[in-house]
């Protein structure tokens, strides 16, 4: 009949129900000591109680409806300790235990302050019959609930943070995912996608020729099939930079020069790599993003660059990691040397790798000298 849906949508009004029934029912048994007033308002507070729970679902839960139903509350309790007989006066203590989590869990720890503020004081100015019966529990129960409703202050303002710092990383989750998905569609355009139209093109030519200079048809298919095994490099190239990163946190060296010998096997760009082997630590994370960095770099060299040649140098000095990726290709078209602040402002450099920088707290510079390479800087702290 009463499902846990059913309880759940009604506990404040449930508890002050079966409070009231305790009420009239304490009162009831203590029938010599009870007063016809103390009896009456007992049988009031468990009518409005009722007709709060058969409302339930109907009285809107807004704060201004809390507070409301709070003081009505507080001014009940205080009506119960000052009416009730002296053998039913204790349950104002079970009262005073119900008004303050209502105050806690539903409108705060300013609120229950109040709370046990008006009780005590009321209990030392108006002194009701049976108050020596309650300090106890009053200050007791007082105490205790302050100190939750700190503390779950506390923890609600963590959740808040919590939430909002994984808002913020889904954001930034979207944003990554979407440049990713720019990027892959501008390399598809730029790379693969020209070639295939530059290739559809030379076939038709080359269809013409063969009726025309079968010895010029023969060049021409001989210049297709070097084209077409150079964008087989290239589309292999672009596949493995797809690939998940695959990175050894406790190795980040090891890594490093894994990417280099694939970046060279793939391009066939001669390419160095050289560490001075000192240990470092780095996090999973910031290794996943320092490998990330390289492979960008060391792609923007074969891919816009041109470059003949390319050297990857990494150093460790006092707490700290130093990425040196240089190469003799065209650079970039301006030229000078630029740290991440100032390419910031003047929006230029590498926009993927001033991002992971960003992300890794580490400090960029490039040097670029057209027509004579580009070489880039980044130092991240450990």
Avoid at 77 to 90: E, K, Q
Wanted: charge should be positive.
């Amino acid at each position: 009949m009463f499902g846990e849906k059913w309880v759940k949508e009604r506990q404040p009004a449930l508890f002050r129900a079966l409070l009231a029934a305790a009420c009239l029912a304490g009162q009831t048994l203590s029938h010599p000591q009870a007063s016809f007033t103390g009896t009456v308002f007992a049988a009031c507070f468990l009518l409005f109680s009722l007709t709060l729970l058969a409302l339930a679902t109907r009285i809107r839960r807004e704060k201004t409806d809390k507070l409301l139903l709070l003081i009505t509350d507080t001014v009940l309790y205080l009506g119960w300790v000052s009416l009730a007989a002296p053998g039913a006066v204790w349950l104002g203590a079970a009262f005073y235990c119900f008004l303050l989590l209502v105050a806690i869990l539903e409108l705060g720890w300013q609120h229950s302050v109040t709370v046990a503020g008006a009780v005590t004081g009321y209990h030392l100015i108006v002194n009701p019959p049976g108050t020596e019966l309650l300090w106890p529990s009053i200050l007791a129960t007082g105490l205790m609930g302050l100190v939750f409703s700190f503390h779950r202050a506390k923890l609600l303002d963590r959740a808040r943070r919590a939430e909002e710092m994984t808002a913020r990383a889904r954001e930034e989750a979207a944003g990554i995912r979407d440049q990713e998905r720019r990027r892959v569609a501008a390399d598809l355009h730029d790379g693969p996608l020209q070639s295939f139209i530059s290739f559809q093109v030379r076939l038709e030519v080359l269809r013409k020729m063969l009726d025309k200079n079968v010895g010029a048809a023969r060049t021409e298919l001989e210049n297709l099939q070097e084209l077409w095994r150079s964008q087989i490099s290239e589309l292999r190239t672009f596949l493995r930079g797809m690939r998940p990163v695959e990175v050894e946190a406790d190795n980040l060296d090891a890594s490093l020069r894994r990417a280099v010998e694939m970046f060279k096997k793939d391009s066939g760009i001669p390419a160095t790599f050289t560490s001075d082997n000192r240990e470092a630590r780095v996090g999973p994370e910031a290794a996943v993003e320092v490998l990330q960095v390289v492979r960008e770099a060391l792609n923007n060299a074969q891919k816009h660059s041109k470059a003949s040649r390319v050297a990857v140098v990494v150093e460790k000095p006092t707490k700290a990691l130093s990425i040196t990726v240089r190469d003799d290709g065209t650079g970039f078209p301006f030229g000078g040397a630029f740290n991440l602040g100032e390419l910031d402002r003047l929006g230029i450099g590498p926009a993927s790798i001033k991002q992971r920088v960003h992300k890794l707290s580490g400090e960029l510079l490039v040097d670029s000298k057209p027509g004579r390479g580009v070489e880039l800087k980044i130092r991240i702290p450990l």
